[in-house]
């Protein structure tokens, strides 16, 4: 199982960027996805997270500026970032809980990180 991501770079403090992770390979099934970030020096944290059936939680950070939904048809997730502060610079992680044809137990896998930079 490979997670793509994509859509991060450079904006303004005020601006908006919309994230997308993909999921190819061998996917028998998806439960929950989800968005991590990484600042320099920091621990990875949860930013947001989607169950299979669309209930969305999020950190206290984002409430109200950030907005996390999927594509279960595409198995895709995206996260809708708008109004964005220099505190949200990070590399931004992808994450899903998947069963495969070959392993019918639930596996986490993550996508290889997408850079948001946040000027002031």
């Known amino acids: 199982v490979q997670l793509q991501a994509s859509g991060g770079g450079l904006v303004q403090a005020g601006g908006s960027l919309r994230l997308s992770c993909a999921a190819s390979?061998?996917?028998?099934?998806?439960?929950?996805m989800a968005w991590y970030r990484q600042a320099p020096g920091t621990q990875r944290e949860l930013v947001a997270s989607i169950t299979s059936g669309g209930s969305a939680d999020y950190a206290d950070s984002v409430k109200g500026r950030f907005t996390i939904s999927r594509d279960n048809a595409k198995n895709t997730v995206y996260l809708q970032m708008s109004s964005l502060k220099p505190e949200d610079t990070a590399v931004y992680y992808c994450n899903a809980v998947v069963k495969t044809y070959i392993n019918r137990w639930w596996t986490h896998y993550w996508g290889q990180g997408t850079q948001v930079t946040v000027s002031s």
């Open positions: 390979g061998s996917i028998f099934m998806i439960n929950d």
